[in-house]
């Protein structure tokens, strides 16, 4: 993308909820999406002092459906060509940094939470 282009982008994006110039840089379209998650988050948090930590639970199938996966994805197909990947570009070029943990209790019957 040409220089000028992502500085007027990033211009005009000022003030928004999240760093544009961040997710302007990921390739990962499911990196984009878990970034714009991950930023709308945080800012949530910040609005409550008592959720500072960063830590939030998501049930698998309700991340799929935020990311906009296809349905045939497995979850080993989630952890292959989304979350790692995901991980490895956010981890490695943004102004943040996340990991993740299986969950196995707590939830619905049926649901798996990361």
């Given amino acids: 993308m040409d220089d000028d282009l992502k500085r007027m982008i990033v211009e005009s994006r000022r003030g928004?909820?999240?760093?544009?110039?961040?997710a302007?840089?990921?390739s990962n379209k499911y990196a984009k999406r878990l970034y714009y998650l991950f930023q709308d988050r945080k800012n949530w948090n910040?609005?409550?002092p008592d959720l500072e930590t960063?830590?939030?639970?998501?049930?698998?199938?309700?991340?799929?459906?935020?990311?906009?996966?296809?349905?045939?994805?497995?979850?080993?197909?989630?952890?292959?060509?989304?979350?790692?990947?995901?991980m490895e570009q956010?981890?490695?070029?943004?102004?943040i940094y996340f990991e993740y943990?299986?969950?196995?209790?707590k939830l619905k019957?049926?649901?798996k939470g990361y």
């Fill in 16 to 22: 928004a909820y999240y760093s544009i110039r961040y």
């Fill in 24 to 26: 302007i840089n990921l």
């Fill in 46 to 48: 910040l609005k409550n």
């Fill in 54 to 86: 960063g830590v939030f639970t998501i049930a698998i199938e309700e991340l799929l459906r935020m990311l906009d996966c296809p349905k045939s994805y497995k979850y080993t197909d989630f952890k292959r060509y989304v979350i790692k990947p995901s």
């Fill in 90 to 95: 956010i981890n490695g070029s943004t102004d």
């Fill in 101 to 105: 943990e299986e969950n196995r209790g």
């Fill in 109 to 111: 019957s049926g649901q």
